[in-house]
């Protein structure tokens, strides 16, 4: 009776005719789709926050033209954001803080922040709003700010 041929495994060590993965290569893998997913999330979480506040100071955008279309028929800047029928990108949160005759000062934030992440505006005269962390404006009226 002939006995049979070992079985010769090739340059990668695989036996010729076997399917799958070693658990080696499986570890391997799994240890680099881990250390991908660590390089990528923080950067992911950057870019989502700069989208966030990136949102906040389009919705001033928005709220400066609407102010001033509010002031060319009542003389003054509007506090209530129902009065200029004027509606927030969905997830921000627009506080007007001040509005007079001379100008109007606004803080935003965004719900997917964090509470003391967000962005301050003000116009003319109005007196500077500090920023959601406590922190007091640097920049000049019509600048928006945002913490970091």
């Known amino acids: 009776m002939k006995a049979k041929p070992a079985r010769t495994r090739n ?3 695989r036996v010729p005719g076997r399917k799958g993965l070693t658990l080696v290569e499986l570890l391997l893998v799994t240890v680099f789709v881990g250390i991908l997913a660590a390089v990528a999330l923080p950067r992911l979480d950057s870019a989502r926050r700069r ?3 990136s949102s906040i100071t389009q919705d001033f955008r928005n709220l400066g033209a609407a102010q001033e279309r509010y002031y060319q028929l009542n003389f003054s800047y509007a ?5 200029i029928d004027f509606q927030t990108t969905p997830g921000v949160q627009l506080n007007v803080t001040e509005a007079t005759p001379a100008g109007w000062a606004a803080v935003g934030t965004h719900e997917a922040l964090e ?3 967000g ?6 005269n109005a007196a500077a709003p500090a920023l959601p962390n ?3 404006l640097t920049v000049n009226p019509g600048t928006p700010e945002c913490t970091q």
Do not use: K, T
Not at 79 to 83: F, G, I, K, P, R
Not at 119 to 124: K, L, V
């Open 115 to 117: 509470a003391r992440m």
């Open 119 to 124: 962005c301050a505006i003000y116009i003319g």
């Open 79 to 83: 506090v209530n954001l129902a009065d």
């Open 134 to 136: 406590g922190q007091p």
């Open 51 to 53: 989208a966030h506040l």
């Open 11 to 13: 340059r990668l060590g």
